[in-house]
């Protein structure tokens, strides 16, 4: 008999790595470990050959949890600007408020540039 693996609560209603829905492609994800592993300052410059199938659905889930985490931030700053709808600056405004996205604050620049261009 086969042992559920230590990642099979990450999937939702009963799906499995090979057939549940995904947000992202895993594919693309799988690609992107092993460019970062490649280009990562390890001591192998090969990068990892080898990705179980579980880490990119592992890393799926996470990117969900982040995206829906950040959009609650950005919705937040969206509502006290009295407005329906999320705008770049309203991202902004949660990266630069929010001390857990204290890593992005590079990405996102302090203002929008006055010539009308998007503030990332």
Same mark, same amino acid.
């Given at each position: 008999?086969?042992? #559920?693996? =230590?990642?099979?609560?990450?999937?939702?209603?009963?799906?499995? %790595?090979?057939?549940? =829905?995904? %947000?992202? #492609?895993?594919?693309?994800?799988?690609?992107?470990?092993?460019?970062?592993? /490649?280009?990562?300052?390890?001591?192998?410059?090969?990068?990892?050959?080898?990705?179980?199938?579980?880490? =990119?659905? +592992?890393?799926?889930?996470?990117?969900?949890?982040?995206?829906?985490?950040?959009?609650?931030?950005?919705?937040?700053?969206?509502?006290?600007?009295?407005? /329906?709808?999320?705008?770049?600056?309203? +991202? %902004?405004?949660?990266?630069?408020?929010?001390?857990?996205?204290?890593?992005?604050?590079?990405?996102?620049?302090?203002? #929008?540039?006055?010539?009308?261009?998007?503030?990332?």
């Amino acid at each position: 008999m086969r042992l #559920p693996s =230590p990642y099979s609560g990450v999937f939702r209603g009963g799906s499995t %790595a090979r057939t549940g =829905p995904h %947000a992202l #492609p895993l594919a693309r994800i799988k690609k992107i470990m092993k460019r970062s592993a /490649r280009d990562g300052s390890g001591g192998d410059s090969a990068g990892a050959r080898m990705i179980s199938c579980e880490a =990119p659905v +592992v890393f799926s889930s996470a990117c969900e949890l982040f995206v829906a985490e950040l959009t609650r931030a950005a919705w937040d700053s969206t509502l006290e600007g009295r407005r /329906r709808t999320v705008h770049a600056e309203d +991202v %902004a405004a949660a990266v630069r408020d929010t001390n857990v996205f204290d890593f992005l604050v590079d990405v996102v620049k302090a203002r #929008p540039s006055d010539d009308g261009g998007s503030c990332f």
